[in-house]
């Protein structure tokens, strides 16, 4: 007795089941070639940014989180962004097919709170972030607002309430810190969370404001993993100058040294960057 034969699948049939496997292949390659290549996230600011390397924690963070991330940073001293839109920076980070995925604008601390004594300075503030951020989107950059921080506890409030409704109007992303700063300081007072001249970030402060970046960029919580790096760490008065990349500048080999956050340290920050204090 014969053996049923299996029923006769048309050959446009077999074909489409290729086809499909096919595209399913070429769509997970893709996805994969994708996954592989870097987040390019490009800062532009000043000595906030500066102070403690925020792009240089980032990039480690990304590191340790799994992540490749390539970082650089446009920066100078006392700048504010309408230094980057008069000089044409954005331009020239671009030059010779230089590409970016992500714009982090971090302006000085209080630039965009209203006040009528400094209303040149704000409406100076916003129009730089506006034309950063349209610049940016035609360069198939994603702008981010980028927050600072304020001590006093009204003015904090203020700070981040103005960054949110700019970035609201200019429909990008923003990334709060002074509220979360203002958490942090209150619940583990012993974190490093100013540098010695009491302005600028301290090393916990810059962890603070790269664990909110990341969270905006990725969408997820980075690992709380311990990490660590070896990097310039510049000073409130030691900083890279606004006419190139930071990389590109020669760096004082006296201010090249190891940072390292331990892992009870990593778990403190990125659990105040989930909640804010009651």
Known sequence: MKEPRPPHRPSWLRCIRILNLAVLLAISATLASCASQPARILFLGNSLTYVGNLPEVLKTLCRSSGRNCNTEMIVEGGATLSRRVEDGTLDRAVKNGRKFDYLALQERGGDY??????????????????????????????????????????????????????????????????????????????????????????????????????????????????????????????????????????????????????????????????????
């Open 113 to 278: 709170i209203s006040i009528p004594s400094r209303r040149e300075v704000t409406t100076s503030a916003r129009s730089a972030a506006e034309a950063l951020a349209r610049d940016a989107i035609r360069k198939h950059m994603k702008p981010v607002l980028l927050g600072t921080y304020q001590d006093n506890p009204r003015a904090s409030e203020d700070l981040v309430a103005a960054e949110a409704q700019l970035a609201a109007t200019l429909h990008i992303a923003h990334v709060p810190v002074s509220n979360y700063f203002a958490c942090g300081r209150r619940i583990a007072p012993s974190l490093r969370w100013l540098d010695p001249d009491g302005m600028h970030p301290g090393p916990d402060l810059t962890l603070l404001m790269a664990v909110l970046l990341y969270q905006e960029l990725f969408k997820t919580s980075p690992s709380a993993n311990p990490m660590g790096f070896h990097a310039a760490i510049y000073g409130p008065m030691n900083g890279p100058s606004g006419d190139s990349f930071a990389s590109t500048q020669a760096v004082r080999p006296d201010i090249v040294r190891p940072v390292a956050y331990d892992a009870a340290t990593m778990s403190s920050v990125i659990r105040m960057s989930q909640a804010l204090c009651n």
